[in-house]
Every structure is written in C-alpha cells, then in structure tokens.
C-alpha cells in the first residue's frame, strides 16, 4: 500500500494540471461582440488566396502572412480600444497583454529581415525585392521601441494611462497599417517574378517547404507561453467564410494545450483577446468591465 509521501508524488501531475486547467482560456467565458471590436481601426487585410483563388508558393505564402498579420493587427486594435477603460485591478494584465504583444512584433520583425527575407532572395537571385518592405519597417520601430519603453518603465501598473499608451500607439498607427498590408502584396507579387520556380519543379516543393518550416517556427520561438497564446487568441476562425478556421494546420490537441495548458501561464492576460479559445470573436473585456462597473455604482445610488 502507498504511502502519504509516494501517494502525493504520484498525484502532484494531476493536481499541476488541474491548477492549469482550472486557469486556460477555454474556461473563461465568451460573449458575442456589441461594442467596438478588433476589426478596427486598423482594417484587416483579405487573403491573396480568399480574393484570387490562387495555390501558388507566393500566393500561398502572403496569404499565410496574411493570416498572421491579421493576428497582429487584432492584437493592437484591442490594446488600442480597451486602453482608456482599463481599471485599476485590471492594469497589472492589461500591461501584460501588451507587452505579450510588442514582443510578438518585434520577434516577427526581427525574423523576417534575418530569416524569410533572405531565404526569398537566394531562391529568387535577387536582393531588390523587399527594397520597400525594409524601409516600411524603419517607419514605424521608432513608435514601437516608445511603446515598450513606456509599459516596461512604469513604476507600478496603476501609475498606466490608457491615454498615453494611445497617444503613442496614434505616432506609427499609420505607418504600422501601411506595410501589414502593403507586405502582403509585396508577396503575392513574387509569384510572377522571372525567376519563381515552376509549380511541381524540386526548387519549388523545396522553397514551399522552407517558407512552411518558417511559418511555423516564427511564432513559437517569441514564446510559448505569452507570443503563441495571443497569436491564437487573436484568429478569428470565421473570416473569410470560415475558410481558415483550421489553420494554422497543426494536430487539434496540440493547438489546445498551446491555447488552453501554455495559456494558462498568463491566464489573466488573455481576457484582454479578440477571440475565445474557440476562435470566436468576443466582446473585448475593457468594455464588459466598464459596464459592470456603471451597473454597480448606479445600483448604490438606488
């Protein structure tokens, strides 16, 4: 018979797990969208492959992009939207969320220009063909680097201004849309480069296999416990006729446990998210909270 030691060795994974679980995303609650939502004010960008029917390397390729952008542009119109309704409880999260977001950002800016950028010039022999998206970077890391700089030099969270973190957000808001979209068609251009590869040709399935193995490795190496989680709570699986609501393609247990087990490391963060752990769009949290906050101090008054 066991004894209360070797009984509590033995039970220690489940109850880890069970703290987790009692923390992921999957357990917090989902109310459709009434007030603003994270389509705006940044616009989404249509997938390449949505609007032309195209499969191509490039057209796959921008539309993937695209998809992940629009994680991205989610993200910040959430921030964006919710800052000046922050309250004071809630700071503490909400520059979490941010930051969790700034680092997705950065990580995704940083491995283009050292990684995908590279890899589609030697395949094309041709370094003049992202001369533009380069210099659309520079336009906004100015904006971006004061972002960080502000949420990480706070004294304490409650010391947050919703509306200085919009002031700064409003100095690269522009610029930021600008190349989320326009590196969209940067992409999809490639596909009638002179030196694209033909589709079924070796080159081509080993250049489709490059830019899958990217796609996939850009978002886990920023962080699998804060970047995945808001990269995956910002898809909404519906857009576009539901066309996308399986991608990124990856087992479902295993998108799970990074949504709901990874999530569940900064659970509070993620109240914060445009979409469930379903990928349905939800109302934005700062909106619900302000509400219930009205209510209540209306009720004291009666």
């Known amino acids: 018979m066991a004894g209360p030691r070797t009984t509590l060795i033995l039970s220690l994974p489940f109850m880890i797990v069970g703290f987790l679980l009692s923390r992921a995303p999957y357990m917090m609650a989902s109310v459709a969208p009434t007030s603003p939502w994270a389509d705006g004010p940044m616009k989404l960008v249509t997938t390449p492959q949505?609007?032309?029917?195209?499969?191509?390397?490039?057209?796959?390729?921008?539309?993937?992009?695209?998809?992940?952008?629009?994680?991205?542009?989610?993200?910040?119109?959430?921030?964006?939207l919710q800052a000046p309704l922050v309250l004071d409880q809630d700071?503490?999260?909400?520059?979490g969320?941010?930051?969790?977001?700034?680092?997705?950002?950065?990580?995704?800016?940083?491995?283009?220009?050292?990684?995908?950028?590279?890899?589609?010039?030697?395949?094309?022999?041709?370094?003049?063909?992202?001369?533009?998206?380069?210099?659309?970077?520079?336009s906004?890391?100015?904006?971006?680097?004061?972002?960080?700089?502000?949420?990480?030099?706070?004294s304490s969270p409650v010391d947050f201004s919703g509306e200085e973190l919009v002031r700064i957000m409003g100095t690269f808001q522009a610029d930021f849309e600008n190349h989320f979209h326009s590196e969209i068609s940067t992409i999809a251009k490639l596909a009638?480069?002179?030196?694209?590869?033909?589709?079924?040709?070796?080159?081509?399935?080993?250049?489709?296999?490059?830019?899958?193995?990217?796609?996939?490795?850009?978002?886990?190496?920023?962080?699998?416990?804060?970047?995945?989680p808001l990269f995956l709570l910002n898809l909404d699986r519906t857009v576009e006729d539901g066309t996308w609501a399986n991608w990124p393609p990856m087992p479902a247990p295993i998108k799970w446990g990074?949504?709901?087990?990874?999530?569940?490391?900064?659970?509070?963060?993620?109240?914060?998210?445009?979409?469930?752990?379903?990928?349905?769009?939800?109302?934005?949290?700062?909106?619900?909270?302000?509400?219930?906050?009205?209510?209540?101090?209306?009720?004291?008054?009666?």
């Open 140 to 154: 906004f890391l100015a904006g971006l680097a004061e972002f960080e700089k502000y949420l990480s030099g706070l």
């Open 258 to 302: 990074l949504i709901n087990i990874a999530g569940s490391f900064h659970s509070r963060w993620w109240k914060f998210a445009s979409c469930d752990a379903a990928g349905q769009p939800r109302e934005l949290w700062a909106f619900q909270a302000a509400e219930l906050k009205a209510q209540k101090e209306a009720a004291t008054k009666t």
């Open 91 to 95: 700071k503490a999260d909400f520059v």
């Open 192 to 228: 009638d480069h002179p030196n694209t590869p033909k589709e079924g040709t070796p080159e081509q399935i080993a250049a489709s296999a490059t830019f899958k193995a990217w796609g996939k490795s850009t978002v886990t190496k920023a962080g699998v416990t804060d970047v995945v």
């Open 97 to 138: 969320y941010s930051l969790a977001w700034y680092r997705f950002v950065k990580s995704h800016h940083d491995d283009e220009e050292a990684n995908l950028f590279t890899k589609v010039e030697e395949l094309l022999e041709d370094k003049t063909v992202f001369d533009e998206s380069h210099k659309e970077h520079e």
């Open 50 to 80: 949505f609007l032309t029917k195209k499969t191509d390397i490039f057209t796959s390729g921008a539309t993937h992009m695209a998809l992940l952008h629009n994680s991205i542009l989610r993200g910040y119109n959430s921030i964006f």
